[in-house]
């Protein structure tokens, strides 16, 4: 797992949300074709490394909003790699070949982690103890 910010998308206002998929139903053109966690927008979230986290939100009046969803990837570093935006009406079906290709190259390459480097040793202890805790050893 790894904290990464997620951005919020759109006006608080109105509808938002982000999910961590881990499917994606090709019979399905509308956001319903995407499986997953849902977690918060707008803050900091321990997502797992290599996942594809969908962001999406709207902004405008309540009788016309715009939507906006973007993709990204978790690295392993805390940040999001941004794969691709889609706005109007027709975003989950843009979004949803994107998305199959990421999730089929994380499955056929699933993120390295590293046992043990050297460079720990530049961390303070209690950052070593901070980054166990939040792990739950």
């Known amino acids: ?21 881990a499917h994606v139903d090709e019979a399905k053109s509308s956001g319903w074709a ?6 918060a927008a707008g803050g900091v979230q321990d997502v797992p ?13 309540r009788a016309n909003p715009q939507i906006e969803a973007r993709v990204y990837t978790a690295n392993a570093d805390g940040t ?3 794969e691709q935006t889609a706005t109007g009406r027709a975003w989950a079906r843009t979004l949803r070949d994107r998305v ?10 699933p993120p390295q982690q590293i046992e043990w480097d050297p460079a720990i040793m530049r961390y303070s202890d209690d950052a070593i103890r901070e980054e166990a805790q939040r792990r739950g050893l």
């Open 1 to 21: 797992m790894v904290a990464v910010e997620i951005p919020l998308v759109g006006d608080n206002r109105h509808k938002n949300w982000a999910k961590v998929i």
């Open 34 to 39: 995407f499986d997953g966690e849902f977690i």
């Open 49 to 61: 490394v290599g996942s594809v986290v969908m962001v999406y939100g709207e902004r405008g009046s």
């Open 80 to 82: 999001l790699t941004h």
């Open 100 to 109: 199959s290709e990421l999730l089929e190259q994380t499955a056929n390459n």
